[in-house]
């Protein structure tokens, strides 16, 4: 294989074509001289609105990330961490290292009392912030109920409350989801009433401990199958609220967000949830067998086309005072559906030949299941067996186990999967349509929010190879072994089904006269138990007709 045959991750985009530099680019125009407020900044959504933002609108003020200590590190610490990751490169050699001082740390924490702020802080804020992008929430969709609560929806109320005191406040941007009001099979663009009061949910669960908050948690969810979209759902009802009573607010409820399709970085994820994950899963040879029909889909949209949606919504509120369209979905499946089936067809063929995964314990492979009890079957035979099977190993040679554990956290990811997968919803998404036509030729060109010429494999080879290099830190330089062992793969799997299916028709064959004859005997009772049942279904029958037929006496 020649060096041309190893895939690039580095990526400049398109230059905007010279016909449209004339064209004003309305959508920078809203931000500018304008102070942010970013919550959920160091999350994969929040990272990309911030490079979006920096990159087409320099000459906004100041962006303000509410952002918590963690993991021994400061505020300000984290802040430039995130602007080492290589999400950042384009913004850098197109607007230089100094655009990173726009951005400024606020120490404070969403889940906390008054969002844990000093009383200098908050009135920074105050006095200085225009909109608020609020993003942050847990995403964890098995995340204790009380947890949840206090970050997503408290949060949520807190960060409005603020918004009501500050000084030069404009909008404040709702990031909700499209997966909120799961009873809804189709979702309108308007307002639904939360399930219950979100302010007595939260009260109860400052009241209680996280124990007792989980004994009765089922009770609470009531339909909903986790605490991320029941949570959600209070947050939007909070949302409502202050919409209601005249605070400027909109709602966006992005469906799955996936991987830059794209701009700046084709591919490029900071996790592995969604079809990233199923795909890296597959790839590595670790999940054979899924429960879901795979002729149904979910609704993705990529993470750049979601943050232009959400500048889109931002411009259209206060570049164009458009008051009424106050809640908008940032989903594709009215326009693009791609089964589950296609994602897997798509992914077993770029993982195979020509982007593998290194070290794959076996080749990819499996199918999806619509049979539960089939699919639990596969899970003991394919996931389980052979991951005890080879820890055993490991832990022979000396290492540490880790595939039980992986498994695990595979069978906790499909208790997820399995509900949104088998279940079916439609999003309207007419006020996209509507931003479509109000763009003109550049904002379309920068702030793109359709799919014309989209080419999925290729999407998905750049997803593939983006997590390859960003979240398995596989090097594009290892993509020679990586095939050599996939070929390696595929001539043990082959030799392994060869194996199996000789010892079946061995065992067949050497049993034959034994198997004959109890299929012999399985026959000739069901045959006696035919005619028994028939012979004395023809005497009730005679009997019955002799006993029901009128005599006539002469």
Same mark, same amino acid.
């Given at each position: 294989?020649?060096?041309?045959?190893?895939?690039?991750?580095?990526?400049?985009?398109?230059?905007?074509?010279?016909?449209?530099?004339?064209?004003?680019?309305?959508?920078?125009?809203?931000?500018?001289?304008?102070?942010?407020?970013?919550?959920?900044?160091?999350?994969?959504?929040?990272?990309?609105?911030?490079?979006?933002?920096?990159?087409?609108?320099?000459?906004?003020?100041?962006?303000?990330?509410?952002?918590?200590?963690?993991?021994?590190?400061?505020?300000?610490?984290?802040?430039?961490?995130?602007?080492?990751?290589?999400?950042?490169?384009?913004?850098?050699?197109?607007?230089?290292?100094?655009?990173?001082?726009?951005?400024?740390?606020?120490?404070?924490?969403?889940?906390?009392?008054?969002?844990?702020?000093?009383?200098?802080?908050?009135?920074?804020?105050?006095?200085?912030?225009?909109?608020?992008?609020?993003?942050?929430?847990?995403?964890?969709?098995?995340?204790?109920?009380?947890?949840?609560?206090?970050?997503?929806?408290?949060?949520?109320?807190?960060?409005?409350?603020?918004?009501?005191?500050?000084?030069?406040?404009?909008?404040?941007?709702?990031?909700?989801?499209?997966?909120?009001?799961?009873?809804?099979?189709?979702?309108?663009?308007?307002?639904?009433?939360?399930?219950?009061?979100?302010?007595?949910?939260?009260?109860?669960?400052?009241?209680?401990?996280?124990?007792?908050?989980?004994?009765?948690?089922?009770?609470?969810?009531?339909?909903?199958?986790?605490?991320?979209?029941?949570?959600?759902?209070?947050?939007?009802?909070?949302?409502?609220?202050?919409?209601?009573?005249? /605070? #400027? =607010?909109? %709602?966006?409820?992005?469906? @799955?967000?996936?991987?830059? +399709?794209?701009?700046?970085?084709?591919?490029? *994820?900071?996790?592995?949830?969604?079809?990233?994950?199923?795909?890296?899963?597959?790839?590595?040879?670790?999940?054979?067998?899924?429960?879901?029909?795979?002729?149904?889909?979910?609704?993705? /949209? #990529? =993470?750049? %086309?979601?943050?232009?949606? @959400?500048?889109?919504?931002? +411009?259209?509120?206060?570049?164009?005072?458009? *008051?009424?369209?106050?809640?908008?979905?940032?989903?594709?499946?009215?326009?693009?559906?791609?089964?589950?089936?296609?994602?897997?067809?798509?992914?077993?063929?770029?993982?195979?030949?020509?982007? #593998?995964?290194?070290?794959?314990?076996?080749?990819?492979?499996?199918?999806?299941?619509?049979?539960?009890?089939?699919?639990?079957?596969?899970?003991?035979?394919?996931?389980?067996?052979?991951?005890?099977?080879?820890?055993?190993?490991?832990?022979?040679?000396?290492?540490?186990?880790?595939?039980?554990?992986?498994?695990?956290?595979?069978?906790?990811?499909?208790?997820?999967?399995?509900?949104?997968?088998?279940?079916?919803?439609?999003?309207?998404?007419?006020?996209?349509?509507?931003?479509?036509?109000?763009?003109?030729?550049?904002?379309?060109?920068?702030?793109?929010?359709?799919?014309?010429?989209?080419?999925?494999?290729?999407?998905?080879?750049?997803?593939?190879?983006?997590?390859?290099?960003?979240?398995?830190?596989?090097?594009?330089?290892?993509?020679?072994?990586?095939?050599?062992?996939?070929?390696?793969?595929?001539?043990?799997?082959?030799?392994?089904?060869?194996?199996?299916?000789?010892?079946?028709?061995?065992?067949?064959?050497?049993?034959?006269?034994?198997?004959?004859?109890?299929?012999?005997?399985?026959?000739?009772?069901?045959?006696?138990?035919?005619?028994?049942?028939?012979?004395?279904?023809?005497?009730?029958?005679?009997?019955?007709?002799?006993?029901?037929?009128?005599?006539?006496?002469?």
């Amino acid at each position: 294989m020649s060096v041309d045959d190893i895939p690039k991750p580095n990526y400049s985009p398109t230059e905007l074509p010279e016909e449209l530099k004339s064209l004003p680019d309305r959508v920078s125009e809203t931000l500018v001289g304008k102070t942010l407020l970013i919550t959920g900044g160091s999350g994969f959504l929040g990272k990309v609105l911030i490079e979006k933002i920096l990159r087409k609108s320099p000459s906004v003020e100041k962006i303000y990330l509410l952002m918590r200590a963690k993991k021994g590190k400061e505020p300000k610490q984290r802040v430039e961490e995130l602007f080492s990751s290589p999400l950042f490169d384009l913004l850098k050699s197109q607007r230089g290292l100094s655009i990173i001082d726009k951005v400024e740390a606020v120490n404070g924490d969403v889940s906390l009392p008054d969002l844990g702020l000093s009383p200098e802080h908050r009135q920074l804020l105050i006095d200085n912030v225009n909109i608020i992008f609020h993003g942050a929430a847990t995403i964890r969709f098995d995340e204790p109920l009380r947890k949840a609560v206090l970050l997503n929806t408290r949060g949520t109320k807190l960060m409005l409350e603020l918004a009501t005191k500050m000084k030069k406040f404009q909008l404040f941007v709702h990031i909700s989801t499209s997966y909120c009001h799961l009873q809804e099979k189709v979702l309108e663009e308007k307002a639904y009433p939360p399930p219950t009061d979100p302010h007595k949910i939260i009260r109860t669960c400052e009241l209680m401990s996280e124990e007792l908050v989980e004994t009765v948690a089922k009770k609470i969810l009531g339909d909903f199958p986790n605490s991320y979209a029941y949570t959600k759902c209070l947050s939007e009802g909070i949302a409502v609220e202050h919409m209601n009573a005249g /605070l #400027p =607010v909109i %709602i966006l409820r992005p469906s @799955i967000v996936i991987p830059i +399709w794209k701009e700046p970085l084709p591919g490029w *994820t900071d996790n592995i949830n969604g079809p990233t994950g199923l795909l890296i899963g597959a790839g590595k040879g670790v999940i054979r067998t899924m429960y879901c029909d795979n002729q149904g889909y979910a609704d993705y /949209l #990529p =993470v750049d %086309i979601t943050v232009n949606g @959400i500048l889109l919504a931002t +411009w259209n509120y206060l570049g164009l005072n458009d *008051t009424e369209r106050t809640i908008s979905h940032l989903t594709s499946s009215m326009e693009w559906q791609v089964s589950w089936q296609e994602i897997i067809d798509m992914g077993k063929k770029i993982v195979t030949e020509k982007i #593998p995964l290194n070290n794959a314990v076996w080749y990819p492979g499996g199918s999806m299941k619509k049979s539960k009890l089939l699919h639990q079957i596969c899970v003991l035979l394919f996931h389980m067996i052979p991951a005890y099977f080879l820890d055993s190993i490991i832990m022979l040679s000396g290492h540490k186990p880790i595939l039980c554990r992986v498994q695990e956290r595979i069978n906790k990811g499909f208790e997820v999967f399995e509900y949104y997968a088998n279940n079916q919803w439609e999003f309207r998404n007419d006020q996209i349509h509507y931003m479509r036509k109000i763009m003109n030729r550049r904002e379309r060109f920068e702030y793109k929010i359709d799919g014309e010429d989209m080419d999925l494999y290729k999407y998905f080879e750049d997803c593939i190879l983006a997590a390859r290099i960003y979240i398995l830190k596989e090097m594009p330089d290892t993509l020679p072994g990586a095939r050599r062992h996939m070929r390696i793969m595929y001539w043990v799997d082959f030799f392994t089904k060869c194996l199996f299916y000789g010892l079946v028709m061995w065992f067949f064959f050497s049993n034959s006269s034994s198997i004959l004859n109890f299929v012999l005997g399985l026959f000739k009772f069901v045959e006696n138990a035919f005619w028994y049942l028939l012979s004395g279904r023809s005497s009730s029958d005679a009997s019955s007709t002799a006993s029901s037929t009128p005599t006539l006496e002469l």
